[in-house]
């Protein structure tokens, strides 16, 4: 028996309060390690993982992986990867008290598929992915944590990431809107 | 719900004002203590000879940072290889300091002698940082040991000559092109590599 | 006197502990305001959602003020804090192939992961494509190695680009979030009121 209508509004915390917390949560986290917090980085440890796993010398002869290969422990042994998951696992605990666990779904807009969804998710995803590594980060730690500490590249992250997104929004509305 | 955000939005614009009428701390948490530079001061420790200074040197070790402290000019003339100027009157800025404290580096301050370079070394210390040194004699010292060490008598001992031996291979090695300062700037190498051994500070000097 | 752990306050191995905990507060948080739905992140960029901006802005403008107090208290020693280092010309090419990526996507590494976490499949196959777009990268850095490192400007903060100091960003950039709270509400409004479907 569902207790809560199908298309019934999900329950968020005010954003302005989220943002107030998030905004506190990394100056605990310069306090605390010095550095900010960052979700982009634990994605590179995972590929530099999975090729040092699987092909370790053209691993080792790669001059962007091999920077990330420490001598003693796995690329995964950082605080990033232990940080990202966290995320998951937060992730989690707000979708069990605000009832957001369900089946596996697929988001996307009225005027588009699933399968169509899915392919820019990908794409979108390898962009993303490729840029943020030009950027030296995402818009955890790049745009959000540079920003707040004054870094200048932090700065043009944040602007260059949604500005962009501004510019080419008009392109991809069919997926959204 | 729109009262709230009023007031909201002005509490945070009073806070970021705020900001700008709190005062810088000054740094002043990190200094030393009047009695540990006290007792720093009279360690010998903070020496290095020019023999350990060479065998750096020759051996590249990525740990060393030869900081010349002498005016400009003077450090255009002649300088160590790969040594970093900066004139005492600059130690105190943020880019005199540059070069100081990284992590596993030692930097080796050096002069003529060792007025200037000592005089650093207690500004940087009272500053607070920690694996800086001074080469004993400075390049005066330099000049009677290395480049033109002087051939110790028959009666002296086997450990004289060996040092001799040094002195005049490491000698040849400078001069053979070495002795002008290359152009490498400054090397902030970030490689891990075995710890530098603390010999002692005995063989030779000046 | 912090921050704790560079200062030895902490041990280091403390480090992981504490890592996963403000990774945990983070994704918590990140869900909790919406951030699990690739469509409230993208409407951001077409007016009919902004959350994207109120706890992006906010945390921004938050963090900035309180790291200065903090300073200011004595809790925390500014010059000790890792500054993102700035490559200039690289770092404007990659913001914008992540602009293009996160209209295309729907997501950024962080929020996906709290959507996965709550079972979207989009967010999985953001992901996938996350690893993709870095294998990527990795495989083809030889080509632009030498552009990937130009630009190096250090670990300079706005203050030391522009010689202006830090209160002034804080309180320019609060100025501008709150204004743009305030004007995006009402494009919000008007928005929504012509999408009669804005389904959550």
New interface residues.
């Given amino acids: 028996m569902n207790k809560h209508k199908i298309n019934e509004k999900p329950h968020y915390l005010n954003p302005y309060f989220g943002g107030v917390l998030l905004g506190l949560l990394v100056v605990v986290t310069f306090y605390i390690t010095g550095r900010g917090l960052g979700a982009s980085g634990s994605v590179k440890s995972t590929v530099v993982t999975t090729v040092n796993a699987i092909a370790p010398q053209h691993a080792e002869n790669n001059p962007y992986f091999s920077k990330y290969i420490p001598k003693d422990k796995s690329p995964m042994n950082n605080w990033l990867v232990y940080e990202s998951f966290g995320i998951l696992i937060g992730g989690l605990l707000s979708g069990v008290i605000y009832g957001r666990i369900k089946k596996f779904r697929i988001e996307h807009g009225k005027h588009t598929t699933s399968s169509k969804r899915l392919i820019f998710a990908v794409l979108g995803g390898a962009l993303f992915g490729f840029g943020s590594q030009f950027g030296r980060g995402c818009t955890s730690g790049a745009a959000l944590v540079g920003s707040a500490s004054f870094s200048f590249g932090g700065v043009i992250v944040m602007l260059g990431i949604f500005g962009t997104g501004y510019a080419v929004a008009y392109f991809f509305r069919k997926l959204w809107i | 719900m729109n009262k709230n955000?009023i007031f909201?939005?002005v509490l945070?614009?009073l806070?970021?004002?705020?900001?700008?009428f709190?005062?810088?701390?000054q740094?002043v948490?990190h200094e030393v203590k009047p009695e540990k530079l006290l007792l720093d001061i009279t360690q010998p420790s903070r020496y290095v000879t020019t023999d350990q200074v060479a065998k750096m040197i020759i051996e590249h070790d990525p740990t060393l940072e030869l900081i010349d402290v002498r005016p400009a000019d003077e450090y255009d003339k002649f300088s160590l290889p790969d040594a970093v100027n900066v004139p005492l009157k600059d130690i105190l800025t943020p880019e005199g300091q540059d070069n100081l404290g990284i992590e596993d580096m030692n930097a080796v301050f050096f002069s003529n002698d060792d007025i200037m370079s000592d005089q650093a070394w207690v500004i940087s210390t009272r500053l607070g940082y920690k694996n800086i040194y001074v080469m004993k004699g400075g390049l005066n010292c330099w000049i009677e040991t290395i480049i033109n060490p002087v051939e110790p008598p028959e009666t002296a001992p086997k450990t004289a000559f060996e040092t001799y031996q040094f002195r005049k291979a490491a000698g040849m090695y400078f001069t053979g092109g070495n002795s002008i300062k290359t152009d490498t700037g400054v090397k902030k190498a970030k490689i891990k590599v075995r710890r530098k051994k603390k010999e002692k500070a005995a063989s030779g000097g000046c | 006197m912090g921050p704790l752990i560079p200062n030895e306050i902490i041990t280091g191995d403390w480090n992981f502990v504490i890592a996963i905990l403000i990774g945990i507060a983070f994704g918590f948080l990140l869900e909790a305001s919406g951030f699990s739905s690739s469509r409230n992140l993208a409407g951001v960029f077409y007016g009919y959602n902004f959350v994207v901006l109120r706890v992006f802005f906010t945390a921004v403008i938050v963090a900035m003020v309180g790291l200065l107090y903090f300073d200011y208290f004595g809790w925390l020693d500014l010059s000790k804090i890792f500054i993102l280092p700035t490559y200039l010309s690289p770092m404007i090419l990659g913001s914008v192939i992540m602009g293009i990526g996160f209209v295309m996507g729907g997501f950024c590494p962080g929020t996906s992961f709290t959507a996965i976490a709550i079972g979207k499949m989009d967010a999985l196959f953001f992901a996938i494509g996350l690893f993709i777009g870095i294998f990527i990268f990795g495989e083809s850095f030889p080509l632009f190695k030498d552009y990937y490192y130009s630009g190096s400007m250090g670990n300079v903060t706005l203050t030391d680009v522009t010689g202006i100091a830090a209160p002034w960003f804080a309180f320019g950039f609060t100025v501008i979030a709150l204004a743009a709270f305030w004007v995006s509400a009402e494009i919000e409004k008007k928005v929504r009121k012509n999408t009669k479907e804005y389904k959550f």
Wanted: glycine residues 6%; proline residues 6%; hydrophobic residues 55%.
């Fill in positions: 955000y909201l939005t945070m614009l806070l970021a004002l705020g900001t700008f709190v005062p810088k701390k740094l948490s």
